[in-house]
Nanobody, 122 residues
Framework: QLQASGGGLVQAGGSLRLSCEAS????????MGWFRQAPGKEREFVAS????????YYADFVKGRFTTSRDRAKNTMYLQMNSLKPEDTAVYYC?????????????????WGQGTLVTVSS
């Protein structure tokens, strides 16, 4: 089970850090992902990284602004979002894929958090 938190209202240019706490064991081979869904739009991939560490894969529209990290002791992963733009407004979801292979399709992720709303005002 995944529990996402940290969303809220922020002005353009501001920052937020989302958290996703997992209950149960996360294996090093798992892939941790972040997705978002804006009102009236389809869900889209934001970022993914292996729980064991190593390379992270970002969508082009967040490169240089968003960063993923993890705290294994807390079984928690994070999405640090800087330089936020109004177009970043969306419900953000964390997800787990039972495979270390990087993919951007949400259909390939097995477990999902409930989502946390991020609103960026202009």
């Amino acid at each position: 089970q995944l529990q996402a938190s940290g969303g809220g209202l922020v002005q353009a240019g501001g920052s937020l850090r989302l958290s996703c706490e997992a209950s149960g064991r996360i294996f090093s081979t798992y892939l941790m992902g972040w997705f978002r869904q804006a009102p009236g739009k389809e869900r889209e991939f934001v970022a993914s990284s292996k729980w064991s560490g190593g390379s992270t894969y970002y969508a082009d529209f967040v490169k240089g602004r968003f960063t993923t990290s993890r705290d294994r002791a807390k079984n928690t992963m994070y999405l640090q979002m800087n330089s936020l733009k109004p177009e970043d407004t969306a419900v953000y979801y964390c997800a787990v894929r039972i495979s270390p292979i990087q993919v951007t399709s949400g259909n390939m992720y097995r477990y999902w958090g409930q989502g946390t709303l991020v609103t960026v005002s202009s």
